[in-house]
């Protein structure tokens, strides 16, 4: 068995640790000018001129049945979908908002869809909700704000009141998880509370005197004390993410490849965490958009991110038609043949043991099965022709690629070949591999322990 404990977890992380990989999907108004979810804030556009996108929001090329299949041919075992980001737009029916979709040509409660959808295809459900909130007419302008250089500003955050948005949150929240059936994750984005010595940091140059909580939002804004309990009274098993800035199951570093094993700050525990990454750059749809991962890259994001005990959280932003564009399915594509094969060393796998990370050779990964039988050496860089292993001698049972089943012979104390200088030691193993790398990315050692 794994000698890894994980700090405990309020919600149910026991199918999430072992299932690994779950698609994001950024969806909304802002798939419209398709340059960003933060176009709003970003190019400080006029609420009439937003409008515009609700106007003419329809997408309808969409079929959840279609998403929930390409997210489980590419292996995928869960999905987080936007009910509403930033924008504060609502993907589903709220009785608390005329900004929603059923108010748009589009006229269905795509939220309701989705989930239908992906548990009917057997993957789990979740959903994003954006704490932040550039419509509502009670979140007070802050330093993030689309509204917050109009010459009015001051003016506009007058009789704003945090604490009817709170409730409008909780309100939101409750729906989410009273009308679509059993939701797994609840994700919110994200906490800026601003520091007292923000004066100094010239990153916070947006703040202005009038802004309400010194231009920032954290857990005693959005209330988060009782928004969690809201949710947990709802759905006491469910995964809630850090981003409140209350400690709930998961840590969620973003765009970013940890290098160890993310720890409690105060405990050091281990905790369980899910990095997030996007294809591009962008969460939602960027047309214009060229810096696309390789396939390479989306591989080795996978595998470095279980090798460390941790999630891969692969994000799509469809178009505003509704359906995942070419580029989106060639990477989806991707992982389907990667997974087709070598999903083995995926699910039910995490960090191998201290005894082989010790070893682990120079241009590889490795993980390891929940139940500690098998280990899997992740060939990040091709080795020539020999793949020498100290530690492991008397160790291995079998060994064999993964995505052909086909025997990887190997000696031990040293190689069969009678090249002078080779290395000899009684720890050691050899692995022979074939000379020339087999067509597929990062090809896996399948490693049966004795
Ligand atoms: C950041 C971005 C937000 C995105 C989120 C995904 O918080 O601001 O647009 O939804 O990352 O993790």
Same mark, same amino acid.
């Given at each position: 068995?794994?000698?890894?404990? &994980?700090?405990?977890?309020?919600?149910?992380?026991?199918?999430? &640790?072992?299932?690994?990989?779950?698609?994001?999907?950024?969806?909304?108004?802002?798939?419209?000018?398709?340059?960003?979810?933060?176009?709003?804030?970003?190019?400080?556009?006029?609420?009439?001129?937003?409008?515009?996108?609700?106007?003419?929001?329809?997408?309808?090329?969409?079929?959840?049945?279609?998403?929930?299949?390409?997210?489980?041919?590419?292996?995928?075992?869960?999905?987080? $979908?936007?009910?509403?980001?930033?924008?504060?737009?609502?993907?589903?029916?709220?009785?608390?908002?005329?900004?929603?979709?059923?108010?748009?040509?589009?006229?269905?409660?795509?939220? =309701?869809?989705?989930?239908?959808?992906?548990?009917?295809?057997?993957?789990?459900?979740?959903?994003?909700?954006?704490?932040?909130?550039?419509?509502?007419?009670?979140?007070?302008?802050?330093? $993030?704000?689309?509204?917050?250089?109009?010459?009015?500003?001051?003016?506009?955050?007058?009789?704003?009141?945090?604490?009817?948005?709170? =409730?409008?949150?909780?309100?939101?929240?409750?729906?989410?998880?009273?009308?679509?059936?059993?939701?797994?994750?609840?994700?919110?984005?994200?906490?800026? /509370?601003?520091?007292?010595?923000?004066? /100094?940091?010239?990153?916070?140059?947006?703040?202005?005197?009038?802004?309400?909580?010194?231009?920032?939002?954290?857990?005693?804004?959005?209330?988060?004390?009782?928004?969690?309990?809201?949710?947990?009274?709802?759905?006491?098993?469910?995964?809630?993410?850090?981003?409140?800035?209350?400690?709930?199951?998961?840590?969620?570093?973003?765009?970013?490849?940890?290098?160890?094993?993310?720890?409690?700050?105060?405990?050091?525990?281990?905790?369980?965490?899910?990095?997030?990454?996007?294809?591009?750059?962008?969460?939602?749809?960027?047309?214009?958009?060229?810096?696309?991962?390789?396939?390479?890259?989306?591989?080795?994001?996978?595998?470095?991110?279980? /090798?460390?005990?941790?999630?891969?959280?692969?994000?799509?932003?469809?178009?505003?038609?509704?359906?995942?564009?070419?580029?989106?399915?060639?990477?989806?594509?991707?992982?389907?043949?990667?997974?087709?094969?070598?999903?083995?060393?995926?699910?039910?796998?995490?960090?191998?043991?201290?005894?082989?990370?010790?070893?682990?050779?120079?241009?590889?990964?490795?993980?390891?099965?929940?139940?500690?039988?098998?280990?899997?050496?992740?060939?990040?860089?091709?080795?020539?022709?020999?793949?020498?292993?100290?530690?492991?001698?008397?160790?291995?049972?079998?060994?064999?690629?993964?995505?052909?089943? /086909?025997?990887?012979?190997? &000696?031990?104390?040293?190689?069969?070949?009678?090249?002078?200088?080779?290395?000899?030691?009684?720890?050691?193993?050899?692995?022979? $591999?074939?000379?020339?790398?087999?067509?597929?990315?990062?090809?896996?050692?399948?490693?049966?322990? =004795?």
């Amino acid at each position: 068995m794994s000698s890894y404990v &994980t700090r405990k977890t309020p919600g149910n992380t026991a199918w999430f &640790t072992h299932d690994r990989f779950g698609m994001f999907i950024h969806f909304g108004l802002y798939a419209q000018p398709a340059r960003h979810e933060w176009i709003k804030t970003n190019e400080f556009i006029p609420e009439e001129k937003y409008n515009k996108y609700f106007e003419h929001f329809n997408p309808d090329m969409f079929d959840a049945r279609q998403w929930a299949k390409t997210a489980k041919a590419a292996g995928m075992k869960y999905a987080v $979908l936007t009910a509403k980001h930033h924008e504060g737009f609502c993907m589903f029916d709220s009785k608390y908002t005329d900004y929603k979709i059923t108010n748009t040509a589009f006229g269905r409660d795509l939220v =309701k869809e989705y989930a239908d959808a992906f548990r009917a295809e057997g993957l789990h459900v979740g959903l994003y909700y954006s704490l932040i909130d550039w419509h509502h007419p009670d979140f007070p302008i802050d330093r $993030l704000h689309p509204r917050r250089k109009d010459a009015d500003a001051e003016q506009q955050d007058k009789g704003r009141d945090m604490k009817k948005y709170a =409730k409008y949150m909780r309100d939101q929240v409750t729906e989410l998880l009273t009308n679509y059936g059993k939701i797994d994750i609840l994700w919110f984005d994200f906490s800026y /509370s601003t520091p007292d010595d923000y004066a /100094s940091n010239p990153s916070y140059s947006e703040i202005k005197p009038w802004m309400q909580f010194k231009g920032g939002k954290g857990k005693e804004q959005w209330e988060a004390e009782e928004l969690i309990k809201t949710a947990r009274s709802l759905q006491p098993d469910i995964i809630i993410d850090n981003r409140t800035e209350i400690e709930q199951d998961i840590v969620t570093p973003e765009q970013y490849q940890v290098l160890s094993w993310p720890r409690h700050p105060e405990t050091n525990e281990l905790l369980v965490w899910e990095a997030c990454q996007t294809f591009s750059g962008s969460w939602g749809y960027y047309r214009d958009e060229q810096t696309w991962k390789s396939p390479k890259m989306l591989i080795d994001m996978l595998i470095n991110t279980v /090798s460390l005990g941790g999630n891969l959280l692969m994000n799509v932003g469809p178009t505003a038609r509704g359906y995942f564009d070419k580029r989106a399915n060639n990477a989806l594509a991707v992982y389907e043949e990667w997974m087709k094969y070598n999903s083995r060393a995926i699910y039910g796998c995490t960090m191998a043991e201290p005894e082989f990370l010790d070893v682990a050779p120079r241009g590889t990964r490795l993980t390891q099965s929940a139940d500690g039988k098998r280990l899997y050496i992740h060939l990040m860089e091709y080795p020539y022709h020999y793949l020498e292993m100290h530690g492991m001698a008397g160790k291995i049972e079998y060994a064999q690629f993964l995505h052909d089943a /086909s025997e990887i012979l190997f &000696t031990e104390k040293g190689s069969n070949h009678f090249s002078e200088g080779r290395t000899k030691s009684d720890d050691l193993v050899v692995f022979e $591999l074939p000379y020339i790398k087999p067509d597929v990315i990062d090809p896996v050692i399948e490693v049966f322990l =004795k």
